[in-house]
RNA sequence: GCGAAAGUAGCUCAGCUGGUAGAGCGCGACCUUGCCAAGGUCGAGGUCGCGGGUUCGAACCCCGUCUUUCGCUCCA
């Protein structure tokens, strides 16, 4: 038995173009860099993983509801969430290492080597300074600060250093038909502050009591400085967001269990247990006080599919500060000494999916390479290996061969399933290479119809994974493929 | 943004020291066919990424440009 022949991601991406899954955005004009379309079977399992999560969240969790949210939201929106300040990061580069650094880092890289050398205030008048410029959006001046600091690069050891420029984390667009009046707003780089604006909306209008979750699923965009590894990172993607609102002081209990649930779901959809593994963020983004990825093993490394951040009150505190509406909530339970929690801002805990990226990751585990056959007949297999229920198609149904009456049976097969399940017809070509085109698209179930099913209403079933046939009647058909393709099978899991 | 490599049929690729483009698979039609990419016959499909230059002549040499891949920088 010789060897799987190793599978990279140029095969995975090669075939996902090839069998309608992905396709790079407008590829006829040369393709728009980072931007991905999903081709007719890329949309279904999307659709079905985004369907699973749905599901997950809102019909598994009788406290969590979704929402729909607008891309476009007001400008302060993200003034509260500190997208507008926090992700504007100054870039400087060696023109002599040609390597790049924030600018910011490297100034504040000079003052703690000032305090080291105890001269503390002076470290302070440097950050004091550069805290001025950058908020005066004063890069020419930020530039000339680290030269007048003497600041080297440690690879060229060199002040041959570029222009400082900014790396705009959002993409911005005008509002308003007229030029001159419109206002400028930016695309949403995420879906969660759509949840927070609406978090009064929901618990009033729902009568939510503490805790809940709103769930939600949307595009949002960011500007990545580069664009590598396919889908992984994508200029345009597509979230999955559920925000957990808490009483403060029980986040870390729900951020924990949180963790465990979301992991489970990821095993549940078929991603083995050890190609994923946590990763505890030790450095904290500017709103949580704990974070953990779920990082799934692609071909190019362990990389994080889904983020768990405990977001304490800070987005909606800010909100509040800056609408000026309060988005308190107030808690009618009794605490230890018998007297209600009273008015608090919640505290959140954010389970946060990238819905490519588990696209991604389920195709890659998915993809398969394998050798069948014994002796000179072995032969080289390309299989899709999905969950069933995440599969485009359930199933397959072919007539053996192209006449005797066996195209009219395998129709009235197909008619009789096709309401439940989507099914594919084919009559063309040998049944052998009917059944490899399935196995390349994932579909679990090829249905034969032969001569002996027209004798006695059986049909053979054969199975994708195991390329096993077993023969049944035509009337277990639903009940038998039903059972394998089914949601439940995933929800159960979890 | 820097460095390296690549771009030829739907896909994977070949194409020598420059001489008007090829294979396999796939696709379409017909014939054959009783279960794992089956055989036969015929057929469609390419301004060789784009623009310019050198040359009698460029897929091939030179310049520019775009796109992709890999590495570096960044990553909420």
Known sequence: MSQAPATSLQDIVSHAKEYGFVFPSSEIYDGLQAVYDYGQNGVELKNNLKNMWWKAMTQLNDNIVGIDAAIFMHPLTWKASGHVD??????????DSKKRYRADQLLEGKAEQYAAEGQAEKAQELLNEMGRLLGDNNLEAVRELIIAEGIKCPISGTSNWTEVRQFNLMFSTQVGSVAEDSNLIYLRPETAQGIFVNFLNVQKSGRMKIPFGIAQIGKAFRNEIVARQFTFRMREFEQMEMQFFVRPGTEMAWYEQWRDTRLKFHQAVGLPTEKLKFHIHEKLAHYANAAVDIEYQFPFGFREIEGIHSRTDFDLKNHQELSKKKQQYFDNDLDEN???FGNYIPYVVETSVGADRLFLAVFCNAFTKEMVGEGENQKERTVLKLHPALAPF???????VKKDGLPEKAREIEKALKTEFRVFYEERDAIGKRYTRQDLIGTPFCIAVDYQTLE????????RDSMEQERVHISELKAK???AVSE???LEAI
């Open 481 to 483: 493929i039903g059972y």
């Open 86 to 95: 926090g992700f504007n990061d100054p870039m400087i580069d060696n023109k």
């Open 456 to 463: 006695d209403n059986t049909v053979t079933i054969r199975h």
């Open 338 to 340: 018998g007297k209600p």
């Open 394 to 400: 359930k199933a397959a149904i072919f007539p053996l």
């Open 488 to 490: 439940q099978r995933i």
